[in-house]
């Protein structure tokens, strides 16, 4: 036999291991985890959240739509009056158009004086210049060219150089700059203000302030709509009662053998409330278990005198039910004996209510156990208010924790000096040897003949069969 290399550890088995795989690029968890956050983060803020609160289209056109309509009406209806401004702050033509009124009002009409014309004229930049090129204009009047001539010699005598215009014209400039500032940037705005209006109004500004009031005055009118909306604020307060005291319920110790229960709920009632509470009972895992709930008595519905709680077995498909009927539904003889045709046994399944007095379900899979944390009659003996906690535990859990194997012995430890056994793990052995031919094989087996048919008699009238059913045993002749 051939013994494994003791320089080398033995693989148990005798097997190979495989050869670590490579990483595909771009398939790192880290890649895939933003990714997957990003999707998430989208379909849970945008998709739930904001698209069902988005604007719609009709409000995007009518917001350009009314963008369209102001700008023509500043231009066209109502246009904007310019003044008190510098003529700086104009066009080329039309800083061409002032000069040539400060030329005439000096010339023909002497509306200025020598000092008053030279600041008004230097209030456009670099008059000088811009009146020899109007001068070179062969299209320009005798009377405008020999008041600019005028104009132009004073500037020209003018020691001061007054910089009455350093403005830039707004005229000029590129026309696309000009188009997108005018245009398409107002509605660029105007759709995101849209967008953020909208979101404040259908998040903030509606629900908390609006509908509130709008609630009010519905409800002033109609006291059906009143009545159905208080009952279900009611309903949500209750809920949220409920929510609270179940946490609360949760982090209580059961104090049971069975460990810590699978479902444990808190069902209440308050007077006029329809009391219809149903649970399903699950593993963390998502296995389901049954069902329990508490409901009115159907023998006493909708006197609110006895109290059904149920509990559904998956595992059995047994339905078992127990009642909680208050002191003096017990003592009337009437109310005892309808709730008596309710139940299988009623010496055991009607219980007495009392606050911490429990009622307990069992079946092969599950235990329920169902108790008043809080419980009022009324002065007729019905129930007024309880809370009704609710457990249940699987039974098979505590099942098989306490049937647990015990921990494994630690192995046996060699000898100081001796081998460790763990190096023979992978001993092979050499094939064992053929096996001798000789008079000592067995005989061949001799194949067996088919029986032989049966005669035929000719009359295969009598067999509808046509023979098929025929057949004749082993040895038979």
Known sequence: MTFPDQGTPPDPGGQVPPAPQKEKEGDSESGGGIRQ???DTYNGLYVIVLKPRMPEGMLYSMAIIGFLVGILWGWFVTPVVWKDNSPASLTTEYQEQWLKMVAVGSSRQNLYGPDQIIELAQRVPD???????????????????FALQGLLQQLQQSPDDVDAGSAEPVGGGNIFVSLLMSWIVPIILIIILVVVITLLWRFLIYDNLVAPVLQQFAEMRDPELRARNQKAREEIKIQQQQRELREQLAKEDSGSDLGAPVMTQLAIYTPGRSFDESYEIELESGEFLGQSGAVLAEAVDPDPVAIEVWLFDMFSSRNIAKVFI?????ADPAIRSKVEADVDNPATDIIVAEAGKPLTIDTDKLRLEAKFAS???????????FNLQMRAWNKDAATSSAAAPPPPAPAPVSPAGAPDMSTYDNISFDPPPPMPSGSSSPPPMTPLSPPPLRPQDGNDDDDPFGGTGDFTPLGGS
Not at 127 to 145: F, G, H, K
């Open 375 to 385: 419980l009022d009659f009324n002065a007729s003996g019905r129930y007024e208010n």
């Open 37 to 39: 956050w990003l999707i």
């Open 127 to 145: 008059p000088v210049a811009q009146i020899e090129i109007m001068l070179q204009d062969p299209n320009l009047n005798s009377s405008d060219q």
């Open 326 to 330: 208050t002191p003096q539904g017990n």
